[in-house]
């Protein structure tokens, strides 16, 4: 069974500054996906940036970057200059390729950005 | 387009009554997901659909059932609620299952069973 880990119950980060954010997975699969969501105070759960197993170069989407490191089973959340709105809940997930799109989720990290 | 939206948003029910929750996609998509989220835990899948008149288990099914007559409708059952049921369910729906295919999220619902 796969199983999702965030060691960092809590994190917080001044505004503007940069922050990273741990996930690591255990897994015997060698086609996966890997998911980070936000979900802010209101609740709704937001795609923030996908990577594919197979692919070595890291995703980035804006201000969010991961580092995916296949072998070590890691796949750290970097969020750049970050802003007031990313307060939230981040989860990472976890998908195995070919199944019918069942996530398995970590704990999550609460991210608090202070001005 | 309305995306996933999922009724009541609220509710409170007493041990051994029954409720039903309500999940509807405007995407016309084929996949549809039930997930219950506790205090200080990830999401966990209860069932799942791939298609209309389709269900099946996830990770943790016991005490609920679920039926997806129409494809835009996912409907999630509690015939005797428990205590343990306890927490905030959230919909999803996708078109599909591979890495392009992004799982869109309703508000959640939260319930208090006392």
């Known amino acids: 069974a796969q199983t999702v880990t965030q060691s960092q119950p809590e994190m917080s980060v001044q505004e503007a500054e940069t922050v990273t954010l741990s996930c690591t997975y255990d897994?015997?699969?060698?086609?996966?996906?890997l998911f980070w969501y936000k979900q802010p105070p209101s609740r709704q759960m937001i795609l923030v940036i996908r990577?594919?197993?197979?692919?070595?170069q890291n995703a980035t989407e804006n201000r969010f970057s991961v580092n995916f490191q296949k072998a070590a089973k890691s796949f750290s959340l970097k969020i750049s200059d970050s802003q007031l709105g990313d307060t939230a809940m981040y989860f990472c997930?976890?998908?195995?390729?070919?199944?019918?799109?069942?996530?398995?989720f970590g704990k999550g990290t609460k991210l608090s950005v202070k001005p | 387009n309305a995306g996933v939206t999922q009724t009541p948003k609220f509710r409170v029910l007493k041990t051994g009554q029954s409720m039903t929750l309500l999940c509807a996609q405007d995407?016309?998509?084929?996949?549809m997901y039930w997930y219950r989220q506790d205090p200080g835990m990830g999401l966990r899948l209860i069932h799942y659909?791939?298609?209309?008149?389709?269900?099946a288990k996830g990770e943790v099914p016991d005490g609920y059932n679920v039926s997806r007559l129409k494809k835009q409708n996912f409907l999630l059952g509690l015939e005797s609620a428990a205590p343990s049921q306890t927490s905030v369910y959230f919909c999803?729906?996708?078109?599909?299952?591979?890495?392009?295919?992004?799982?869109?999220f309703g508000p959640g619902t939260r319930l208090t069973v006392l």
């Open positions: 999803a729906s996708s078109y599909g299952t591979t890495f392009d295919n992004e799982q869109f």
């Open positions: 897994t015997s699969e060698n086609n996966y996906y």
């Open positions: 990577q594919e197993a197979y692919k070595q």
């Open positions: 997930a976890f998908m195995k390729g070919g199944s019918q799109g069942n996530l398995i």
């Open positions: 995407m016309n998509h084929e996949y």
């Open positions: 659909s791939v298609g209309e008149g389709t269900t």
